[in-house]
């Protein structure tokens, strides 16, 4: 023992532990593959851009290193509040991480918001450690791969480069293993059973969020936020959930309720089922919808969602 608080903690079990953080434009794939990556779905995905909002945590394990997955929001020209607070948690994300991970899209290759983000990359300096991940590899051939990775390092010096498909899982595994490596030698920094760090209420709230913008149009699903106003446990072993559903405007409510309340049934059912598959056990779901026209300016929405909400946002 020693009382140098200087000095680093005993590691004996050879043990590694750290961030990693996932950024890339919206619709990328980083979702997908925190999900792949954690062996289970903590993070909503969907094939519209923006679903992600906030940063969401996911441990994953290799061998004797503990993989700590941050899920951040797409990165793209903020113009409204929202935009504002999502793009700065993902910043946030990239800047405490150890590795931080670009994803690029394999189809869409080089777009002008990958150049954004590669200079925002370059500004942040040699400190931190960028491995790049071309992902959806299972939609284009080889030869246009090899054209884009190079074109990518040629425009910023990433440590590494990785073909993926987060979907199908290809060169998932070798990634994963290449940070199991990098990362510093550390005891783990959560409990080995834990592969998440948002609270349960949230994801629910994610999961029927998730239900919502699969099923809507247009604007609406940005339009929206889900929140989780009451979690009871019941005797049976069953979940009652309680949830808010809120919307700027009248006729959104007509919408998400349906024609005799279709599209709020459908969805409750979606999102209970995955709730009760999550959870492993019955839950009881009670959806309602708010009309609050100003959410999109209210700072208790943002902290809810786990995002910061700053004058400079407006
Ligand atoms: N074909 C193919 N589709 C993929 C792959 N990875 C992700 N997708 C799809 O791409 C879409 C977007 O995936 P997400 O994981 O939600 O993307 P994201 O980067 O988290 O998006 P935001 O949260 O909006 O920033 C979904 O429809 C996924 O199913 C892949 O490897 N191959
Ligand atoms: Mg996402």
Do not use: C
């Amino acid at each position: 023992m020693t009382d140098d608080t200087n000095t680093p903690m005993p590691n004996p079990g050879g043990t590694r532990a750290g961030f990693v953080a996932l950024i890339g434009e919206p619709n990328a794939g980083k979702s997908t593959l925190l999900n792949r990556m954690v062996g289970a779905k903590v993070s909503i995905v969907t094939h519209k851009v923006q679903t992600t909002r906030a940063r969401i945590r996911g441990v994953a394990m290799a061998g004797a290193s503990q993989i700590v997955f941050v899920d951040t929001p797409g990165l793209f020209q903020p113009k409204r509040r929202l935009d504002r607070a999502m793009v700065a948690a993902a910043w946030g994300g990239a800047s405490d991480a150890d590795v931080v991970v670009l994803l690029v899209e394999a189809q869409r290759g080089m777009t002008e918001g990958v150049e954004r983000i590669l200079t925002r990359l370059g500004e942040m300096g040699a400190g931190t450690r960028v491995a790049l991940a071309i992902n959806k590899i299972d939609r284009v051939e080889a030869p246009v791969l090899l054209g884009l990775s190079a074109k990518l390092n040629a425009a910023y010096p990433f440590v590494e480069t990785f073909m993926i498909s987060a979907e199908k899982g290809h060169g998932v595994e070798a990634l994963r293993g290449w940070l199991a490596g990098v990362l510093p030698e550390s005891p783990w920094l959560y409990p080995e059973d834990q592969i998440a760090d948002l609270p349960m209420r949230m994801i629910a709230a994610e999961m029927t969020r998730e239900k919502l913008t699969l099923r809507l149009h247009q604007e609406l699903p940005y339009q929206l936020t889900v929140e989780t106003e009451n979690w009871e446990e019941r005797p049976d072993g069953s979940a009652r959930i309680d949830q808010l559903i809120y919307v700027i405007r009248d006729g959104h409510k007509g919408i998400i309720l349906g024609s005799k309340g279709e599209t709020i049934k459908s969805v409750s059912k979606a999102a209970r089922e995955e709730m009760e598959a999550f959870l492993g056990r019955k839950v009881h779901l009670f959806l309602q919808v708010k009309v609050r026209p100003n959410w999109l300016e209210d700072s208790e929405r943002y902290s809810e969602m786990g995002l910061e909400f700053r004058d400079g946002n407006q």
